[in-house]
Every structure is written in structure tokens, then in C-alpha cells.
């Protein structure tokens, strides 16, 4: 797990403008989604091309957050990472111009239907009435490229608990693009994963000053069951 240590003076900048108020407070299950972001093969697999190590050691706090709102009447919804042949916005800065050309071609074959590292790591807690989308950029938002935001308006979702990897890119993309899309934000530090501590707390000062509540599982998950109980 990724050893939290965001600098006391971001921690203090995110109190002074942000008061004692967390969207938690009146938090409502039923327009909530848990988004699961890019827990799968290619992140998770062992040798993966894009391994992320930590990212299965939050696979528990996932879970257990998906069960709790489920059960209070929440949605869930899991992202994948792709590449797709008929994709109508290829993304050519990225595969061509970007990444090397050895890695841009294993990539593609690799984050494709039928390729190895599409598919959601098999630990992952899917039930039939959850989401899972393909989408392919880092943020779920991006227009265009994901089913995600149709999904959301048409439960009337207000408010994403975003967890998964990698939490500098496509969780940090996404909560970016979520909170300017006019949804309430929950970042959960101890549930979101990359390669370095370093990186992680980066992307945490991120959220707790711009964007988001940065909360961890055990709060989320007492917070949640005391809207539930009152």
C-alpha cells in the first residue's frame, strides 16, 4: 500500500478552502457511483505491460467499497483501458507520435478485443447490474471515447467515489474531468494505485486542493453506512 504523505501545507490549503464541509456529509447512495478505474489484466497481471504492483494490494478496498454501496443502493461502474479497431477518435498523437514504436505496437495488441490485458482482473467484485466500459483515453470523460457520462446522467448519478490505477493518469484524469462536469468528487487515497508513493501523493495534493475529497477507506466506509442508518 502506498505510504500517504501529502505536505502539511497542501493538507492546510485544502482545509482553508475547502472549511470543514466534505461531500460526504449528505451523501446520498442513491446518486452515487462507485467508477472502478482500469483494474485489469494489463495494470494487475504480474508482468503485465503495464504493471502496476501496488495496484493489487487495494483490491480489497475496492471491493469492499462496491459491497457497501451496493447495498445502500448505490451503482457501480468499472472502467478498461483499450485500444479499439473501430474506435471513430483515434488517437494518433498517443500511438504514433508519443510512445516508441515497439511499445506503441505491443500496446495496441496487448489493450485490444481478444488481447491479454483488456479483461478486468479476475479478483475484482462484478456483479451482473454493474457497468463495465471500454474507453480509450485516460478519462472516462473524454468526449467521444467512453459510455461512461451517458451511463451516469441517465441514473442521475451527483456523486463519483473514484478508486483504482493509475492514480496520477487515468483516475487523476477522470476525477479532473468528473468534478468540471459538475459531479461531487470522493478520492480514495488508500483505493487508488501507481508506481511510486512519490507519484501518488502528487496526485493526491492534486485532488485535495482542485478537485476532490481525499478520503480513505475506513472513513468512506463509516461515513457511508451513517447516511444509510439515518
Known sequence: MHRIDVPAEIVARAKANRGPRSF??????????????????????????????????????????????????????????????DDPLEWRVFYQRFLNPQKSATQLQSFSPGGEDLPLWPEMDVVPADLVVDKTRYSAFTPGTSGLPDWLAARGIRTLIITGTLSNCCCESTARDAMQSGYEVIYVSDANATLTDFEHNAALANMMTLFADVIDTKTLLARLGARVAA
Open 24 to 85: 460526504t456529509d449528505a451523501l446520498d447512495p442513491a446518486t452515487t457511483a462507485h467508477v472502478v478505474i482500469d483494474m485489469q489484466q494489463g495494470f494487475l497481471r504480474p508482468g503485465a505491460l503495464l504493471e502496476v504492483p501496488v495496484a493489487r494490494e487495494i483490491v480489497g478496498n475496492v471491493n469492499r467499497i462496491s459491497a457497501a454501496l451496493r447495498q445502500a443502493g448505490g451503482q457501480v461502474a468499472f472502467t478498461r483501458f483499450a485500444w479499439l479497431p
